[in-house]
């Protein structure tokens, strides 16, 4: 009995050490943070286009393919194989996953590698429009720090659109409006399941598993992602064999120029940014 009291106190006080340890982290790192609040007045940076008095487009400008959506824009299917492949827990969790964590780390110390990652979707969101991607120790606690500051500031669906509109997804293009506009010409409300599942695999390795270059391995992600949303009862047994016998139909599809005019383009732009800076009139 006594060895069981001591044993008991001994595991109480390690809690108690670990909250004063990460109260102390925090209170170390809070002052540099950035304000989670920023994220609700952040303007996405947007492709200049120039279009004609009549609605044509004749010219596209600007590094980064984005189209800045709502939430109730996305299609429910695309929210939930992002959510299967990125962050199952996503809406229970406080912004960190201790559940996604101990993984991890039981996967780390079996194997050696680290092949399960442990990042939540806030905390991607708070790497994506805050930090850097240097994997520091110092970068991952204030990650942690920050996805937490950010869980109080904004709603779950708010924390999700902030995701889904800046996740990089190969070929420039970031988030899903201007991914779905890039791999396959077309906007995000019709795309098929199969290419809801080839875009939501993409965040782990855009570059390895892009669909255009790496056909094959594109293929394997997606179909793992979907056997996935099958597990969680997103679709059923019907749509996951006609989506993951689907081809790989994925290409480059660049602006849609509707008259060419590039010398009157370059006119425009050149004009908007000596007028209002490259900031605003990329915005």
Do not use: C
Request: net charge positive.
């Amino acid at each position: 009995m006594k060895i069981f009291k001591r044993l008991l106190k001994a595991i109480l006080a390690l809690i108690l050490l670990g909250i004063a340890a990460i109260a102390g982290l925090y209170f170390y790192f809070s002052p540099d943070l950035p304000d989670a609040k920023l994220l609700k007045t952040i303007e996405l940076q947007t492709p200049l286009k120039v279009y004609t008095a009549d609605g044509l487009l004749i010219s596209q400008y600007g590094e980064k393919r984005r189209i800045p959506l709502t939430l109730d824009q996305v299609p429910k299917r695309m929210q939930q194989a992002f959510l299967a492949i990125e962050d199952s827990r996503f809406y229970i969790h406080p912004g960190i996953d201790p559940i996604g964590i101990s993984r991890a780390v039981f996967s780390l110390i079996v194997t050696g590698k680290k092949k399960q990652g442990a990042s939540t979707i806030t905390q991607q969101v708070a790497r994506n429009y805050f930090l850097t991607r240097e994997k520091t120790f110092t970068r991952k606690i204030k990650e942690v720090f920050l996805a937490w500051n950010i869980e109080q500031e904004l709603t779950k669906d708010e924390i999700l659109l902030a995701y889904l509109n800046k996740i990089p997804l190969g070929h420039r293009s970031f988030g899903v409006g201007a991914a779905a506009q890039v791999y396959y010409g077309k906007d995000v409300n019709d795309l098929t399941l199969a290419e809801m599942a080839v875009i939501a695999g993409l965040p782990k390795a855009p570059s390895t598993l892009n669909p255009i270059r790496s056909p094959e391995r594109s293929r394997a992600r997606r179909n793992l992602l979907l056997k996935r949303i099958l597990k969680l009862d997103y679709i059923n047994q019907q749509e996951y064999q006609q989506a993951s016998s689907a081809p790989t139909t994925a290409k480059r599809h660049g602006a849609q120029i509707e008259l060419y005019a590039p010398y009157l383009g370059e006119m425009v732009r050149s004009w908007m940014v000596a007028k209002y800076g490259r900031k605003l009139a990329y915005s």
